[in-house]
């Protein structure tokens, strides 16, 4: 029982961990906020889905998916080059073996497993929904000009890119969510900043 309590312990941190996204209100997104976002979205969108998916699968992978950043901390993307990306994981990997020393679940360790070789559906699928949670945050941020000030736009650059759209092809409902919100983001850009997203496509 200690254990599960020292687990609880853990999982609590990701409350207090933040990431670089901003909420409606102006604040930094915890990443615990950030989970439980994806899980309702799958929630939401599952009657939509072209692919039959282990819904209960894919609501544990949501909520655990950054359980390891509870420990090893989250890197904002524009952050991670190819060296900082290999400590990430590197971090992330003894974070995950930290957790299950103290609660050894077979069920925990398969879903990290599972997220980290990317291989099944379920798992595309929540990183799919990871990613678009932070669409959602740049729809709903309270203010959009301290997204614009990393590296010379790189936010809006990689948003607005036609790649970054494919990864949601796979899942015609997703594409289409994404289009609505890269819409709304767009109108945002122009009313509030006077900012074109047309500039930031190549």
């Known amino acids: 029982m200690k254990k599960i309590i020292d687990f609880f312990a853990i999982a ?10 901003r909420m409606s209100d102006g604040m930094p ?3 615990a906020s950030h989970s439980w976002n994806m899980a309702m979205m799958a929630i939401v969108l599952q009657p939509y889905f072209q692919n039959d998916y282990d819904m209960q699968r894919v ?5 655990i998916h950054d359980l ?16 900082v990306r290999l400590e990430k994981h590197t971090a992330e990997t003894a974070a995950i073996k ?19 070789a990317r291989q099944s559906k379920e798992s595309q699928l929540v990183k799919a929904l990871d990613v678009m949670d932070t669409a959602v ?16 736009g ?3 650059k990689l948003f607005f890119d036609d790649e970054f759209a494919k990864m949601f092809d796979f899942e015609p409902v997703l594409r289409r969510v994404l289009d609505e919100i890269r819409t709304r ?14 500039d930031f496509v190549k």
Not at 59 to 63: G, I
Not at 68 to 83: M, R
Request: aromatic share 10%.
């Open 98 to 116: 930290q957790i299950l020393g103290i609660v050894q679940n077979e069920r925990i360790a398969g879903l990290f497993a599972e997220y980290d």
């Open 185 to 198: 983001v767009a109108k945002r850009l122009k009313e509030e900043l006077n900012i074109d997203a047309g």
């Open 12 to 21: 609590e941190k990701l409350e207090c961990e933040y990431r670089l996204t």
């Open 137 to 152: 945050q740049h729809m709903c941020a309270k203010d959009l000009t301290y997204i614009g000030g990393f590296d010379n």
């Open 59 to 63: 609501m544990e992978l949501c909520l």
């Open 29 to 31: 997104q915890a990443v």
């Open 68 to 83: 390891p950043e509870a420990i090893s901390h989250d890197v904002p993307l524009h952050k991670q080059t190819s060296q």
């Open 154 to 156: 790189f936010y809006w």
